[in-house]
DNA sequence: GTGGTCTAGACCACT
DNA sequence: GTGGTCTAGACCACT
């Protein structure tokens, strides 16, 4: 379900807090349901509960998922998304750097464009088809 | 021409890269010109000079950049972009994360492949046009 | 009667015991008046009956219930207050970090007055007026 | 300047918090002033620093500090506070909290009017003045 | 020297 | 069983 890559520069927590992030807009984890407890999945992806303590608290902080005392964690109701100016500056400066990047690979705008529908897409396919 | 922002999450010798990339992109920096040395950098920017020296190395590294012994560094002939599969990966992964979030920010499609085009297009004006 | 939170920062235990203590003194429960049973608390508020229970240990500890074995849970004469000191500094520490917190709100001493007097009020209105 | 409370019901890291808040709203922290190193405040009051790290970390989400990498950790300039719904809701939620403590420890309305009084002086006693 | 990440493992409060 | 906190200590990137 989940797959560390320990020779990514991206910091494990921050890992697993995008892919969970993917398997909730793809909705294969959906609304209400449960996570695996912080012990079980740190003995699934091989890594120390203290990581995985990590990502869930930064997802809890985002919003994104809730947990409950004693019960576990939960993925919280999903919020109408809103356009927080900050968080959209970095976005327009990621994306900014990215095409700076494929202009160095020598990728063409149609090329990009192409590979951004299809990652959409992709986020979209299983559930809300 | 360059400028540093300390409190950015990405770190000051990624941006000193990053622009540099920029400025040589948009013909703002022609191959062959002079770069202002390590230490004249390091002034203008108010940063420690191994800062920039660390930028250097690597924008050197990528073949971007090259310093002839005794007389500076200068901005390198720009190669043929080759897809180095690795660094493709980097690419897509990076894009993947970007479509995430756009997702999250509730940003449509269409309008990450708008800023494409146009991100894009500001790299090509000034100079090749 | 008694509302539960499942996502307050505060353990529902301490819920349970906060809105007792509050029905207490607003005169809805009087001196004398029989508590729900702890089953039967806890099917009214859905809350596991350990968590109920450990409440009611609470109240009793701090002498404002008492359990009458075989007949039930009633509320205590209320004492005239003692001023514990330890309690007193507690009390007055977590004024203090109130204190702090209207400070970073930018919420006028005024007004903080002013809310300790309705609540003061709120509390006092249904019984003793 | 910074004192742990190891029987204190709260974890050490909000401890630190708090007392920083305090220390910066006092103005015996000023604006652009560094604060000890993690390492050195870990050292003087005898904790790990994971711990006084987390307390930083979670002071500068507040924005009330900021680290400047391999530089060190900075007061931040203080933003004017912006009434946050959600945290005002929390706040009046507390404060309704410690006047019904007021009211079973006996204290009046003018005790805990005059308390309040006398901390927010106290917070802008120092500097302000 | 600076903060950030991570492991290993303990202890605790809550349900 | 659940997550939260903390210690002890290592390693790393950045300046």
Redesign the pocket.
């Known amino acids: 379900m989940i797959l560390i890559n320990e020779r990514s520069p991206s910091?494990?927590?921050?890992q697993i807090i995008q892919q969970i992030k993917e398997l909730i807009l793809k909705g294969i984890l959906q609304e209400g349901e449960k996570?695996?407890?912080?012990?079980?999945l740190s003995g699934m992806i091989v890594?120390?509960?203290?990581?995985v303590?990590?990502a869930?608290?930064e997802l809890?902080r985002q919003g994104i998922i809730e947990?409950l005392?004693?019960?576990?964690?939960f993925v919280a109701k999903q919020q109408v998304p809103r356009m927080e100016t900050e968080r959209l500056d970095k976005f327009q400066e990621s994306l900014k750097q990215i095409v700076i990047e494929a202009s160095y690979l020598g990728i063409s705008t149609q090329q990009v464009q192409e590979w951004v529908e299809k990652y959409m897409l992709e986020l979209r396919g299983d559930s809300n088809a």
Chains 1, 2, 3, 4 share one sequence.
Request: without cysteine; hydrophobic residues 15%.
């Open positions: 910091p494990i927590y921050e996570l695996p407890s912080v012990r079980e890594v120390n509960p203290n990581t303590s990590k869930y608290q809890e947990t005392r004693g019960k576990g964690t």
